[in-house]
């Protein structure tokens, strides 16, 4: 009888997530879309245009300017990399003008630097920039390509399909690229074009068919886009929370740190939300312009850490206060815990005054640590009414 209960947990506990070993801490790296779109005009905007050159600068950068041991290891290509026609065997091809080397040349440079390589395709008669799709049929040999490409990580995009052919295509792609035998890391667009919730989402599937998922829109250059996005986030977090774990992530969309829409305070803001909530890590910006202040955040080690803490328990919200002051909360492993205060005031600092009794936690004695001031802050007991000032859009964390 106890044998059987003992497998029994134990047969559950290896169902929860994807079986394919990876993402077991939210993935962190640099994905194309946000920052440079579908440009593909070459000619007149070498620098910036998807092309073999954008990937191998951002290569570059990841492992020449402290990335790389940060845990920033994916170097992602999204839409607009392939040539409009499948090759004369029905594969997918990298678009021969802006790709000369191939897929398979890209992620061996990206390899040689200690990188991995992540490609993207949609689930559907075309991409969403108007590229050959995966239909059904093209499940298993567009795995196979990107297998034999050496290529880690896939993002599997919904244009062009409905509810039905996403229900039978996302988890064909699950086996076949289990069937590559190449661990590939697979991201999962399909609860994003299904609204993100039950009934017609089922979190439990995506997280033994998917390491992560989008559940929400695109995130654009702009703090109001953050904030939409916080906002569905949290609204949502009691369906959202428990889907996350090792293996498996809600992925809120790209860090837009360093760009042109957020200031120092949101930038701090985005990079501890996404901490907080567990979430993947990909920047989308330029690494060979960032500013110094953006490089800061994005490189904070305290901030990745508690977003690569190995419980893998996304954070949620605790409090919402009537005065704009949002409070979240992540219990970390070690015994150790996260706190955000986030204002959405747009006045003044404001200061908040709270004790940690009053956020739950138990009686005893605490170390504090701030993470943006790189700091201690006094130790506390529990009941010790304590002050954040927190700047408009701002954190402490
Ligand atoms: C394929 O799935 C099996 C069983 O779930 C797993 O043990 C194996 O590691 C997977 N292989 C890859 C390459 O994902
Ligand atoms: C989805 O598309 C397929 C193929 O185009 C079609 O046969 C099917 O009826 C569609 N299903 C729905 C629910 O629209
Ligand atoms: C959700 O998916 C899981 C795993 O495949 C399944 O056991 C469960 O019945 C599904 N739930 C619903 C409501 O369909
Ligand atoms: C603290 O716990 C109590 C009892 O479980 C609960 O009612 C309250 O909402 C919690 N407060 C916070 C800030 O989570």
Request: hydrophobic share 40%.
């Amino acid at each position: 009888m106890r044998a059987t209960v003992v497998f029994l947990l134990t047969f559950l506990a290896v169902t929860l997530a994807l079986d394919n070993g990876l993402m077991r801490t939210p993935p962190m790296g640099w994905l194309a879309w946000e920052r440079f779109r579908c440009d593909i005009d070459c000619e007149d905007d070498p620098q910036n245009c998807i092309s073999e050159v954008l990937f191998r600068d951002m290569a570059d950068r990841l492992a020449e300017d402290g990335w790389r041991e940060l845990g920033y290891v994916y170097v992602n290509i999204d839409d607009c990399w392939s040539s409009k026609e499948r090759d004369a065997q029905g594969r997918l091809q990298a678009d021969p003008k802006r790709f000369p080397g191939g897929i398979a040349k890209l992620a061996r440079y990206v390899h040689d630097r200690g990188l991995k390589l992540g490609i993207y395709g949609d689930l559907g008669t075309y991409t969403c920039g108007g590229y050959p799709g995966t239909t059904l049929d093209k499940i298993e040999i567009d795995a196979q390509t990107f297998a034999e490409w050496g290529v880690d990580m896939l993002k599997l995009d919904g244009c062009y399909s409905n509810s039905t052919e996403q229900e039978q295509g996302y988890p064909l792609m699950t086996k076949a690229l289990n069937a590559t035998g190449r661990p590939i890391g697979y991201s999962c667009s399909w609860p994003a074009y299904q609204g993100g919730l039950p009934p017609k989402v089922n979190y439990t599937l995506l997280g033994e068919i998917c390491n992560l998922w989008r559940n929400y829109g695109d995130i654009q250059d702009s703090w109001d886009s953050v904030l939409d996005i916080v906002d569905w986030f949290t609204e949502h977090q009691d369906i959202l929370q428990p889907a996350a774990g090792p293996g498996r992530w809600n992925d809120p969309d790209m860090l837009i740190i360093g760009d042109y829409g957020l200031s120092m305070d949101q930038s701090r803001s985005q990079m501890a939300l996404w901490a907080i909530m567990a979430a993947p890590l990909f920047m989308s910006n330029d690494l060979r312009t960032l500013n110094s202040g953006a490089r800061a955040v994005l490189q904070n080690k305290v901030a990745i850490a508690i977003n690569q803490d190995p419980l893998g328990i996304q954070g949620r919200r605790l409090i919402k206060e009537k005065s704009g002051v949002d409070v979240f909360w992540r219990p970390l492993s070690g015994g150790s815990s996260a706190l955000v205060f986030f204002s959405r005031r747009t006045d003044m600092p404001y200061r908040y005054q709270t004790s940690l009794k009053a956020l739950n936690y138990t009686a005893g004695t605490y170390k504090m640590y701030d993470v943006f001031l790189e700091k201690p802050m006094p130790v506390l007991k529990d009941a010790t009414e304590f002050v954040v000032s927190i700047n408009p859009t701002g954190v402490v964390m």
